[in-house]
């Protein structure tokens, strides 16, 4: 029945302009955009419908690139078509001046769909600056630094205007550095706890007292961190340093953490949410998901035993591309040397496995589904991979 009335539908759609245009001009016009501005739905919306309206085309749906909005229409005009404009361009109305949030917890738990139940996409850390793009009852699409589209329920940040965003990228903050830890509502590390903290966390720093520094989350709650556990955010990114010796000191502190889907962070990691906060860590920004993460840096042809691979490549896994079936990334890890590499592993977390048969710890289905490797430290600033100190969401002073 299903087919049939879709069946039916695409007739209508076909049949419905009996002047003018057809309307599958129209639909074609409508892919080959989406094609240029949105191949990939998980950063870019551009989801929009045709449909008949006597003799115009109403166009629904969403989309949070207003020029590319204008292109489409600009087109259907040279093409001969009169349009009804019903598409949602994002921010929404409901949103208002307040298009900037801050995540105000820890880890925020960023889903695919609006819910508690629904997958765990991507996370985001205390402190990370988020655009807004609308509001349905108690959950937000909101769009992180790297691009990813998402939801978030209202509890993970504090939403500001424009005013308040700049004055938070602005202010003297510090950065968390140690794995896990708290901050607490006196000067006193047997005070009252205000929250967990983790490795990236950041805050307004207020002052400095018997070895703590009082600093403010972005709901302006007041807390102290100790002293020696931060350090000043501009020193911190002024001081990366991301050679591969860094890339790899840095994933092995990760050794052991358990496996996460959606985890973006120190306290659970996927394969490529694992490779993102390493290089992040280092202060680099990449892509969030493996498929995204292929297309950066520079390909490397492996060689035949893996010897023209270097420390702090990227490694990447999935099937390969077929006469029948397109290439599927989908596992990343981060190559150290001697045929070993470090990765999230969904059966035991974040550990070292070996390409090679005669190691200890070799991965044989690893090694079966080995794709490519990509050199990211090569392209530091260019190719998707993005320096935090170049981005105006993580450095104030190009915004």
Known sequence: MRSQLLLLSFLLLLTACDTGPAITEAISIVDTIKSEVAPDKRVANFDIQVQPQQDKIKLIGTTNLPVAKEELFSRLSVAGFETIDAIKTYPSEIVGEQEYGIVNVSVCNIRSKKGHSQELTTQALLG??????????????????????????????????????????????????????????????KSTRVSDLTSGNLLKSIGAEKGFIQVQYPDQR?????????????????????????????????????????????????????????????????????SQQVHAGVEINAGNNFDNLKAGDLLFFGRAATPEKKERISHVGIYIGNG?????????????????????????????????????LISLGRNGVDLLQDLPTYNAALL
Not at 145 to 166: C, H, Q, R, T, V
């Open 340 to 376: 070993e590499f470090i990765h999230s592993s969904g059966d035991a977390g974040v550990k070292i496995e070996s390409l090679f048969s005669d190691a200890s710890n070799y991965a044989d289905a690893r090694r079966k589904t080995f794709i490519r490797a990509k050199r990211m």
């Open 128 to 189: 990370t600056p988020i655009k807004i793009l609308d509001k349905e009852d108690s959950w937000f699409k909101i769009q992180t630094p790297d691009g990813y589209i998402a939801w978030l329920d209202e509890g993970g940040f504090e939403w500001m205007d424009e005013e308040g965003y700049k004055d938070w990228i602005g202010a003297s903050k510090v950065m968390y550095l140690k794995d896990f830890g708290f901050s607490y509502a006196e000067p006193s590390t």
């Open 222 to 290: 007041i807390a102290y961190v100790q002293e020696k556990e931060v350090i000043n955010y501009d020193t911190w990114l002024a001081t990366r340093s991301p050679t591969a010796k860094n890339i790899i000191a840095t994933a092995k502190t990760f050794l052991g953490r358990p496996y996460v889907w959606g985890g973006t962070s120190g306290k659970g990691v996927d394969c490529s949410g694992f490779t993102k906060m390493v290089f992040y860590l280092n202060g680099i920004q990449i892509a969030r998901d493996a």
